[in-house]
């Protein structure tokens, strides 16, 4: 059984920055594709960013390139979400996935990945 357990979450003011981690247990995952998305209230869940657990490709949502940056720490199983440069409408529950390979626009379909983890929120004020 695959558990994604995501930390890092709060509360921060607009220009400011927090990490995200979330570190996933139960299978080997070097053939993998984590990603992260978030749902505001109200709005539908939207791609963040997402990383290929082998070899390291990214891939972002305009929304968020230049300001977030995913990594991954494949000794921990663990993946990373930097957020700089916060703004008020990042605000949302974040939720970790795993998937398998992917490409393309699979990245960005949250029907594409298998686990998720229970979200953590992240408040950004003006």
């Known amino acids: 059984q695959v558990q994604l357990v995501e930390s890092g979450g709060g509360s921060v003011q607009a220009g400011g920055s927090l990490r995200l981690s979330c570190t996933a247990s139960?299978?080997?995952?070097?053939?993998?594709?984590m990603g992260w998305f978030r749902q505001a209230p109200g709005k539908e869940r939207e791609f963040v960013a997402a990383i290929r657990w082998s070899g390291g490709s990214t891939v972002y949502a305009d929304s968020v390139k230049g300001r977030f940056t995913i990594s991954r720490d494949n000794a921990k199983n663990t993946v990373y979400l930097q957020m700089n440069s916060l703004k008020p409408e990042d605000t949302a529950v974040y939720s970790c996935?795993?998937?398998?390979?992917?490409?393309?626009?699979?990245?960005?379909?949250?029907?594409?990945?298998?686990?998720w983890g229970q979200g953590t929120q992240v408040s950004v004020s003006s």
């Open positions: 139960g299978r080997t995952f070097r053939s993998y594709t």
């Open positions: 996935s795993l998937g398998p390979f992917m490409s393309g626009r699979d990245f960005y379909t949250a029907g594409s990945y298998n686990f």
